[in-house]
């Protein structure tokens, strides 16, 4: 077995390579097993790093060493490779997938915790060529979570307080924008403010849109908000930050699925765990059990379920 340690220096923290090197060697110590450290030069870099590993055969450990975005190159390098698994050792600015762990997601940032973790199957989405394994998002939702980098740059501004920001400076240049959707079999065209594709249950830095959505279910939890006005959205930007859409009804819809298509007359943002696409059709497509994640032994998600492997 080889583990694999990526370390993202433009995390949103900016981890201290030479640190995290020295941390990961401390830990490593007492194992005679194979690792390496690598630091990653460019973006893609570790999703192209991951994929070469992965390709030469053998079973492979990644720990992207950095927050979501980290995570998914990770994701995407190892996707395609029953011989790998990945976790995160989360030190970004707002690490929200581990967040889904609830009160096990501190022992995300414990490296013996996920050396010695368990593997387990989840879902990804895929969505305009790249793979998911939180949440993916279009419309006013895109907009602001692929602009919190931009802010969170700031040492001031923690990743809560960064989408907030995000938030405000969107909200002036407009709320809605017509789309053309295709989900389970009906098709709708008209005006909406987004739409979020959940595979996890954070992001943002905190929102919580389904408190009850699975990574491993097979399905999607997507919501769909129709056009409102700025004033209207501010009223309900709160509840769907806490998961309480099945309050709002008349504005957003829940729909589980295993796929759903959107078509816009331009390219527009498209949110793929925090990171920047764009295009104007937009397929966002469950792959079941699409990559092997590693997570703490004995976690409440680890209970709960049957590993698929587990380190010695």
Same mark, same amino acid.
């Given at each position: 077995?080889?583990?694999?340690?990526?370390?993202?220096?433009?995390?949103?923290?900016?981890?201290?390579?030479?640190?995290?090197?020295?941390?990961?060697?401390?830990?490593?110590?007492?194992?005679?097993?194979?690792?390496?450290?690598?630091?990653?030069?460019?973006?893609?870099?570790?999703?192209?790093?991951?994929?070469?590993?992965?390709?030469?055969?053998?079973?492979?450990?990644?720990?992207?060493?950095?927050?979501?975005?980290?995570?998914?190159?990770?994701?995407? !390098?190892?996707?395609?490779?029953?011989?790998?698994?990945?976790?995160?050792?989360?030190?970004?600015?707002? =690490?929200?997938?581990?967040?889904?762990?609830?009160?096990?997601? *501190?022992?995300?940032?414990?490296?013996?915790?996920?050396? &010695?973790?368990?593997?387990?199957?989840?879902?990804?989405?895929?969505?305009?060529?790249?793979? &998911?394994?939180?949440?993916? $998002?279009?419309?006013?939702?895109?907009?602001?979570?692929?602009?919190?980098?931009?802010?969170? +740059?700031?040492?001031?501004?923690?990743?809560?307080? *960064?989408?907030?920001? #995000?938030?405000?400076?969107?909200?002036?240049?407009?709320?809605? %924008?017509?789309?053309?959707?295709?989900? =389970?079999?009906?098709?709708? $065209?008209? $005006?909406?403010?987004?739409? %979020?594709? %959940?595979?996890?249950?954070?992001?943002?830095?905190?929102?919580? /849109?389904?408190?009850?959505?699975? /990574?491993?279910?097979?399905?999607?939890?997507?919501?769909?908000?129709?056009?409102?006005?700025?004033?209207?959205?501010?009223?309900?930007? *709160?509840?769907?930050?806490?998961?309480?859409?099945?309050?709002?009804?008349?504005?957003?819809?829940?729909?589980? %699925?295993?796929?759903?298509?959107?078509? #816009?007359?331009? /390219?527009? /943002?498209?949110?793929?765990? *925090?990171?920047?696409?764009?295009?104007?059709?937009?397929?966002?497509?469950?792959?079941?059990? !699409?990559?092997?994640?590693?997570?703490?032994?004995? &976690?409440?998600?680890?209970?709960?379920? +049957?590993?698929? #492997? $587990?380190?010695?």
């Amino acid at each position: 077995m080889k583990h694999l340690f990526i370390i993202n220096p433009k995390a949103g923290k900016k981890p201290d390579p030479a640190a995290l090197r020295a941390e990961i060697d401390a830990a490593m110590a007492a194992r005679a097993e194979n690792y390496e450290v690598y630091v990653t030069k460019a973006p893609l870099d570790a999703a192209e790093k991951v994929r070469a590993e992965a390709a030469a055969g053998g079973e492979l450990r990644v720990y992207a060493c950095g927050g979501d975005g980290t995570l998914n190159e990770c994701v995407n !390098g190892a996707a395609d490779y029953a011989n790998a698994a990945v976790t995160n050792y989360a030190c970004g600015s707002g =690490n929200d997938f581990v967040r889904m762990f609830g009160e096990d997601a *501190g022992r995300f940032t414990h490296l013996e915790e996920l050396i &010695s973790g368990e593997v387990f199957p989840l879902d990804l989405i895929e969505a305009c060529g790249r793979r &998911s394994v939180n949440i993916c $998002s279009i419309g006013f939702d895109a907009r602001v979570g692929t602009d919190v980098h931009k802010y969170t +740059q700031n040492p001031l501004i923690s990743g809560g307080f *960064g989408y907030i920001v #995000s938030l405000a400076v969107n909200l002036v240049k407009g709320v809605n %924008c017509p789309l053309r959707l295709r989900v =389970n079999g009906e098709e709708r $065209s008209g $005006s909406f403010a987004l739409a %979020c594709a %959940c595979n996890g249950r954070f992001y943002g830095g905190g929102f919580n /849109p389904v408190p009850d959505a699975e /990574p491993d279910d097979g399905l999607l939890d997507l919501l769909i908000v129709k056009a409102v006005s700025r004033l209207k959205f501010l009223t309900l930007v *709160g509840k769907y930050a806490k998961g309480r859409y099945a309050e709002m009804k008349d504005v957003i819809t829940h729909v589980r %699925c295993t796929e759903a298509e959107f078509e #816009s007359e331009a /390219p527009i /943002p498209v949110n793929v765990d *925090g990171e920047l696409e764009t295009a104007s059709r937009i397929l966002f497509k469950v792959i079941p059990r !699409g990559i092997r994640f590693i997570v703490p032994r004995a &976690s409440a998600f680890a209970r709960a379920r +049957q590993p698929v #492997s $587990s380190a010695n």
